[in-house]
């Protein structure tokens, strides 16, 4: 069909639209004939009648892919405009210049057969809503997703004959370099080296990213980082994203590995990235270069990092921490199975360990299936982890010294060429100034200011290095020493040392211990520890479960018995300090840090009321004692001679509190009150005294008759 037979007169009423694309920006660079070629599709449009201001040319997409129109700006407007009925005729080139994907190019195709919009490119128009012309552009369609197919496939197919071949360059993380003749060779910078090689043993050594991170900041280390697609390194302080790539990467273990990752694209264009296994990578050549470290060690460090995630796996040993829990990530529940966690109770100012295996609970909403004490568990594991370690002596200890010798030797290494950096760069800036010009300020002064900055970085870094060192000298100084040997020569000093930290307990544990199995015995208050050490030997212990709070506070028995015998003679506050004399402990003493604690007159009183235990003022009622009233109106006397009468013992008076007392009568003569100067109270007093003393002589003569 003629074209001008399809353009009709309402197509010509709304615009023509010239779309203009290349894929790269080296294509709009270097084809510029193809440029050309677009832009004169404009002429075709005024020779089918349309005006030159009703053409619209986007070129907003040039150096933009179309193999997806979710990063094309300009396509997406186009398809906009012709849904809303603007467009009449839609220009390209050709099919691919609008699109490489099939579902962009048939929903253009659907839109513009709804809108009665036409399509033209080099080899002539066409109309959508006809089934011949659509046909003919679906083909169109099919065959340039096609073409990009049969390109993208050449270009990956030979990509990956030299990967498979190990040829391929790819960019090298830091610490490696390509030669000369393209090889991948060690950094010939022995700083970068160094610092490496220190980062996979101080991995090695802790077995944590985040650790290797602290160690680094304590020690005043950094890390050598090159910029991406430059060759320039830095150093600054190491991450914990740049330690998780660097563990990640095989590279390090002189692996030549390509195709780690999966990479596809959603549906709103975003690129999306998968893991793919070692056994799924395109090409793995062990081997390849040197490297920092072995293809095993690398195997182990990955492991050790999926240990040491947060993930709630069936078996899991996370790296050791600072909690006092000393079974963290090793204690298995003899009931189900599943590993226990730890858990942490602050109460009256302490922290508590528990053990708890709460799986049950979180995944189907159950009780918890255990929940035992840490401490008397741990207390046990740590008495025979020292009786089997007593044997390691002196020897130990020097080997732990060198260890750490050789550990700080190496990190002074270190600071040593960060030292040595800096002195090469202010030796290069002083060259520079001294070179310059002198008459010419501008530059000299800049140049000046330069070899300043540098040498001030040059007497940081020396400064750094010297405090560092007289830390090192004072930690490992001989009366250090002289401690570490007489700990290690009695290992369970060691184990009880409060300045050893929780972390190196447990780090020490690991070496020794497998697992741990708890089994909590309620009826008979205990727990079972049945132990498994590395290399198959087991060992089960028993330990009491401790008391519960009210259990721990409740006063013994015999206590109790003997405070009801006190009270016949004694008030509550002389009973307490009869109990305090004979060492006997309150109840609330057996909590922890509460050892100290001693009996009180209300301590006494709370045991009298709380055991139902008669009072002192009843037992004296029932020895026929009277109150003061009831005294004076026997006697015949006031208050104030009654209390006269006590303090010469004329008439007893006993206590039973701190401020009040009962009375008891004499014997059968009854004293009368007299009121004379030449017969005074003490007088009579005194002359009762010898009476009662010589009965008393009377009835112990008759007795022995």
């Known amino acids: 069909m003629n074209e001008k037979l399809k353009v009709q007169s309402h197509h010509l009423e709304r615009g023509a639209y010239l779309y203009i694309r290349q894929s790269s920006m080296r294509q709009v660079m270097e084809n510029v004939e193809s440029t050309k070629r677009q832009y ?21 997409d040039q150096g933009e892919s179309g193999a997806s129109a979710a990063w094309r700006a300009g396509f997406q407007h186009l398809v906009s405009d012709v849904g809303m009925g603007r467009a009449g005729i839609v220009m390209g080139l050709e099919v691919s210049r609008l699109a490489r994907n099939n579902a962009d190019w048939h929903r253009l195709l659907e839109i513009c057969a709804l809108a009665d919009t036409l399509i033209l490119d080099e080899d002539g128009v066409y109309d959508p809503a006809n089934f011949n012309d659509r046909l003919l552009l679906g083909l169109k369609g099919t065959m340039s997703e096609a073409e990009l197919h049969v390109i993208k496939a050449r270009l990956r197919g030979g990509i990956l004959n030299k990967a498979r071949r190990g040829e391929y360059r790819c960019p090298l993380p830091t610490g490696f370099i390509y030669n000369e003749v393209g090889d991948v060779v060690l950094d010939p ?15 090695s050594r802790v077995g944590s990213a985040t650790q290797t991170v602290k160690a680094f900041a304590s020690e005043g280390l950094l890390f050598p980082s090159r910029f991406r697609n430059s060759k320039r390194v830095v150093f600054q302080p190491l991450t914990t994203s740049t330690a998780l790539r660097t563990l990640h ?8 590995a390509y195709g780690q990752r999966l990479y596809r694209r959603t549906v709103d264009g975003k690129k999306q990235v998968r893991k793919r296994e070692p056994n799924e990578w395109l090409a793995c050549i ?3 270069h040197p490297g920092y470290i072995s293809w095993e060690q690398f195997q182990h460090n990955l492991k050790a990092l999926e240990a040491n995630g947060q993930g709630y796996q069936t078996a899991r040993v996370s790296p050791p921490r600072e909690g006092a829990a000393l079974l963290q990530g ?21 922290v508590d360990t528990w053990y708890v295996c709460s799986r049950a609970y979180v995944s189907r909403g159950e009780p918890h299936c255990q929940s035992i004490a840490g401490w008397p568990v741990d207390a046990a594991i740590g008495e025979l982890i020292a009786a089997e370690m007593t044997p390691a002596a002196v020897e ?59 040498l001030r970085m040059l007497a940081d870094l020396r400064e750094e290095r010297a405090r560092a060192l007289r830390e090192d000298r004072a930690t490992l100084d001989d009366a250090i020493r002289d401690r570490l040997i007489a700990m290690t020569a009695d290992f369970k000093t060691v184990w009880c040392d409060p300045t050893l930290p929780n972390r190196e307990r447990k780090r020490l544990l690991a070496y020794l211990v497998e697992d741990v199995t708890l089994l909590k015995f309620q009826a008979e208050g205990e727990t079972r520890i049945h132990i498994r050490f590395r290399g198959g030997r087991t060992e089960t212990l028993t330990t009491q479960n401790p008391k519960s709070s009210a259990q721990q506070v409740r006063t013994r028995p015999e206590v109790v018995e003997l405070v009801d015998k006190l009270l016949d003679d004694h008030i509550c506050a002389e009973i307490a300090d009869i109990l305090n004399a004979r060492g006997i402990r309150p109840g609330g003493s057996a909590r922890r840090g509460k050892a100290d604690a001693q009996f009180t007159d209300l301590r006494v009183i709370y045991l009298v009321k709380q055991y139902g235990l008669r009072s002192r003022y009843d037992r004296l009622r029932e020895r026929g004692m009277l109150t003061k009233a009831e005294a004076c109106a026997k006697l015949g006397i006031t208050e104030c001679t009654l209390v006269r009468w006590a303090k010469y013992d004329i008439v007893k008076r006993h206590a039973y509190n701190g401020y009040i007392g009962l009375y008891e009568l004499p014997g059968p003569h009854v004293p009368a009150k007299q009121c004379s100067r030449w017969n005074q109270l003490a007088h009579r007093a005194e002359a009762i005294r010898r009476l009662n003393s010589s009965k008393c002589s009377d009835l112990k003569e008759r007795a022995v008759v």
Not at 40 to 60: C, E, K, N, P
Not at 189 to 198: N, S, V
Not at 425 to 439: K, T, Y
Request: net charge neutral.
């Open 189 to 203: 910078d022995a700083q970068i080296r160094e610092m490496i090689t220190h980062f996979f043993e101080t991995f």
């Open 396 to 454: 130990l200890a020097l080997e732990i010294r060198k260890e750490i010798e050789a550990r700080y030797d190496e990190a002074d290494k270190l600071r040593l060429r960060a030292v040595e950096r800096a002195q090469i760069d202010a030796d290069l800036a002083q060259r520079r100034f001294m070179l310059v010009d002198p008459n010419n300020r501008l530059v000299a002064d800049t140049l000046e200011r330069e070899w300043n900055d540098k």
């Open 249 to 256: 990467n095989p590279r390090f273990a002189g692996v030549y």
């Open 286 to 288: 062990p081997d390849a």
């Open 40 to 60: 004169d599709l404009r002429g075709r449009a005024i020779g089918l009648g349309w005006r030159d201001d009703q053409i619209t040319v986007i070129d907003s």
């Open 330 to 350: 090793r204690v298995i529940c003899g009931r189900c199975g599943c590993h226990m966690r730890a858990r942490y109770v602050t109460r009256r100012g302490q």
